[in-house]
């Protein structure tokens, strides 16, 4: 039963462009939403975070949407950059809890 | 700052074998959770420990154990390995419980069950 879903495993974006990484969700008890990066042979690193109460949040390049209705999110990333290619993945928590559910991740490539 | 080791790297075992991985978090952090990244897939939550206690148990079998020490570092043990056991194992520390966006993921640990 995958509570968060990535349905695009892939995407390729120009230099410059936007990046728009999409995920969706099953569980009506999360309440706090977030976004990885992970590059070979590392760890999965923080990248941004929503709390349910909030719709958007904003940190430099990278923009979280969430759409509580249609249980989903998004990723923007602009402009993209060739250092922003990785494998990108949406995780879920609920309340006072480590505990994160991942989606099964989207990988970006983005090209000169 | 050292970020959140684990050890070893990589390791080569046979179904049926026993093996711990071992995990330091930051210093200061006193929460560690661990999960399980199969090949393709997204990292599964494993368990997490804070203060030495268990706090949270993902769906996994009793095979899966762990335990936190003193200095906060953990062990994650597993018996009678399975092929299906084959995966990269993720520590991620965070200074308390319930800060999800606090957490500090280490490089993993590859074991491959032959």
């Known amino acids: 039963d995958q509570q968060v879903k990535q349905n695009s495993p892939s995407l390729s974006v120009q230099e410059g462009r936007i990046s728009i990484l999409n995920c969706d969700y099953t569980?009506?008890?999360?309440?706090?939403f977030l976004w990885y990066k992970k590059y070979p042979a590392e760890g999965p690193t923080f990248l941004i975070s929503?709390?349910?109460?909030?719709d958007k949040n904003e940190d430099g390049r990278f923009t979280v949407f969430l759409n509580k209705s249609a249980k989903h999110l998004s990723l923007h990333i602009v402009p993209s950059q060739p250092g922003d290619s990785a494998v990108y993945f949406c995780a879920a928590s609920v309340v006072d809890t480590d505990k994160l559910i991942f989606g099964t991740g989207t990988r970006l490539q983005v090209f000169p | 700052d050292a970020g959140v080791t684990q050890s070893p790297t990589h390791l080569i075992k046979t179904r049926g074998q026993h093996v711990t991985l071992r995990c330091s978090p930051i210093s200061g952090h006193k929460s560690v959770s661990w999960y399980q990244q199969v090949l393709g897939q997204g990292p599964q939550f494993i368990f997490q420990y804070y203060e030495k206690e268990e706090r949270g148990r993902g769906n996994f079998p009793d095979r899966f154990s762990a335990r936190q020490f003193p200095n906060y570092s953990s062990e994650l043990n597993v018996n009678a390995l399975l092929l299906g056991d084959s995966a990269l194992y993720l520590c991620?520390?965070?200074?308390?419980?319930?800060?999800?966006?606090?957490?500090?993921f280490g490089p993993g640990t590859r074991l491959t069950v032959l």
């Open positions: 929503i709390s349910s109460i909030k």
């Open positions: 569980n009506s008890m999360f309440d706090y």
């Open positions: 991620a520390s965070s200074l308390a419980s319930g800060h999800p966006d606090t957490q500090y």
